[in-house]
């Protein structure tokens, strides 16, 4: 009955996003415009491609290798294509599992009401809105998947599984590498040691980094920093603050949550900061008291690849990052929970809850996402997409005068510069749109598509191939660039090399909106030969 109250729960919470009516933020380019995720023939390199690869070609601004990552939104996409529901489903299903395992996990050591009320409000708690009720955020849950199973494997004395979970866990998401380190503090709280065991894990962590190198250009490659050149100190009193005020209270309290740390909504914490320093010292605090406490120790070891203090990122962190250090603090806390009241606890489930359904109003459209980071935070990157929202109700003046507003506030701000040279090209000012593209990334993909749209209305065919062909050589998973480079070719007169291309637009993109006149032109052109 406690198995079935869990899912049950996880169930009710996020049911409303089911509702949601389209894919938002980064499943756009990774999910909905992701031509490898359309064809089975496509599956050999997505599974040998950077995550972030897929979407903008070699040498993307941030370098992940996550194929367990990419093979689930692969499975996902051809059960059911890009309908948001069903890709919604699927987060709230690994939640589900996850909240699951750390009931078993927790059953074993600490009983099962204890474990019961420790993974209930692990199903609750808000700050996973943004981990489960976002697509993209499925990286999380589906590591801690993996991670607790390879948990429960290993207690129960089936390494080679425990092994090839822990591999799926690093395949997931690049913190899943730090599964030894709480093996081996557990262990040592426990008083065991389990030599093989460790051996097998380094020895996987190893084949990991290999094949994560082989694979990827610039293996720790993460976009432009947050910090900057700040120093050391300003980092870590800026994340001592950070991690207490947005990530801490958040956490214990459901309230003051934000999805958005753009630069300059949280300033720098300087030598003066005394709130920084009261944060950190509690931190520190917290971080020696945690030496005897796995649960808490691994909490913070899950905390420091995402504090910018080890590695530098190029957000200052996110709600999502919260999501397997939040199941380690729930855990530490399950044999207090187990001696609060059942009204009480009852009532905190409520509490959580329903700020959770709230929230994940959020997850609805970009419309409504957008529109609420911009209130929280004014100097969000969202002008953008609430232009494109512009656009669909039919007024492309205001969508210019955001786009046009977003460059006034930052002119290095790549997608205003690409999305206003859309507009323009739509509006068929092709100058403009031009020097919009060429301000926004020359040598993208996406931009060479529609430099080579330009040149050839503009009566230069020569330019307009040499556009495309730059597309191709760094995507050449790229549908619309292998469609157009067929067409140019087709109407040049070079109907070999065209055909070429068009059956290499229809292996990509078999469903694509232009696919069947290519098959109705592919099959005229064999009769005209015959």
Same mark, same amino acid.
């Given at each position: $009955? ?6 049950? !729960?996880?169930?009710?919470? +996020? ?26 023939? @496509? ?55 996850? =909240? ?41 849950? #589906?590591?801690?998947?993996? $991670? ?21 866990? $690093?395949? @997931? ?30 020895? =996987?962590?190893?084949?990991?980094? !290999? ?8 293996? *720790? ?35 003051? $949550? ?10 720098? @914490? ?9 944060? !950190? ?6 971080? #020696? ?33 919260? +999501? ?38 959020? *997850? ?24 494109? =929202? ?88 790229? =549908? ?27 292996? !990509? ?22």
């Amino acid at each position: $009955m406690k198995r079935l109250g869990l899912a049950l !729960l996880v169930a009710v919470l +996020y049911a409303g996003t089911l509702a949601s009516r389209e894919l938002i933020r980064d499943d756009r380019p990774l999910i909905v415009e992701n031509a490898l995720l359309r064809s089975w023939r @496509s599956l050999p390199r997505l599974l040998t491609t950077g995550y972030w690869d897929q979407a903008q070609g070699p040498g993307a601004r941030v370098q992940e290798y996550r194929p367990a990552l990419s093979l689930l939104n692969f499975a996902v996409f051809q059960a059911a294509g890009e309908a948001p529901w069903t890709h919604h489903l699927v987060n709230l299903l690994l939640h589900a599992a996850v =909240c699951l395992l750390l009931f078993e996990l927790l059953s074993r050591s600490a009983g099962e009401k204890a474990a019961f009320c420790a993974a209930a409000l692990f199903a609750c708690l808000p700050i996973h809105c943004e981990a489960v009720g976002y697509v993209s955020g499925r990286s999380e849950p #589906l590591c801690a998947l993996f $991670m607790l199973a390879a948990w429960l494997c290993a207690d129960s004395g089936k390494s080679p599984w425990a092994l090839v979970l822990y591999a799926l866990a $690093m395949l @997931s998401k690049e913190q899943g590498i730090l599964f030894p380190l709480l093996v081996i503090g557990w262990d040592r709280v426990q008083g065991r040691r389990r030599l093989p065991l460790y051996i097998g894990l380094g020895l =996987c962590s190893i084949a990991y980094l !290999l094949l994560r190198s082989t694979v990827l250009e610039h293996s *720790w490659r993460v976009g432009v920093p947050y910090f900057g050149q700040a120093t050391f100190p300003v980092r870590l009193l800026t994340m001592a603050r950070f991690t207490v005020e947005r990530y801490l209270i958040p956490l214990a309290t459901g309230l003051n $949550m934000g999805f958005n740390f753009e630069r300059p909504f949280i300033p720098d @914490s300087g030598l003066g900061d005394v709130r920084a320093w009261l944060c !950190l010292a509690a931190l520190l605090a917290a971080a #020696l008291g945690s030496l005897r406490r796995p649960w808490v120790l691994a909490a913070f070891l899950w905390w420091l690849p995402v504090s910018n203090l080890i590695v530098p990122l190029d957000e200052l962190g996110a709600p999502r990052f919260m +999501y397997f250090p939040a199941a380690a603090l729930c855990a530490a806390t399950a044999p207090a929970l187990a001696r609060v009241p059942p009204a009480a606890f009852a009532a905190l489930l409520l509490w959580y809850g329903g700020w959770t359904v709230h929230t994940n109003r959020l *997850w609805r459209d970009s419309c409504t996402y957008n529109a609420e980071v911009r209130a929280r935070n004014p100097h969000a990157h969202v002008l953008p997409a609430l232009a494109v =929202c512009r656009l669909r109700q039919g007024d492309a003046a205001g969508a210019e005068a955001l786009l046009r507003e977003a460059i006034a506030q930052d002119p290095s701000d790549v997608v205003a510069h690409y999305d206003l040279g859309r507009l323009l090209f739509e509006k068929g000012d092709l100058r403009q749109a031009e020097a919009s593209f060429l301000r926004a990334s020359p040598n993208d993909a996406d931009v060479r598509v529609f430099r080579s749209l330009i040149a050839e209305r503009e009566g230069r065919p020569a330019q307009a191939q040499k556009h495309l062909e730059a597309a191709l050589s760094t995507r050449p998973w790229d =549908c619309r660039a292998r469609f157009n480079h067929g067409r140019l070719l087709w109407g040049s007169g070079r109907r070999e090399a065209a055909e070429r291309d068009f059956r290499e637009f229809l292996r !990509l993109c078999p469903s694509d909106e232009d696919s069947g006149a290519v098959r109705e032109l592919l099959r005229n052109g064999s009769r005209t030969r015959s």
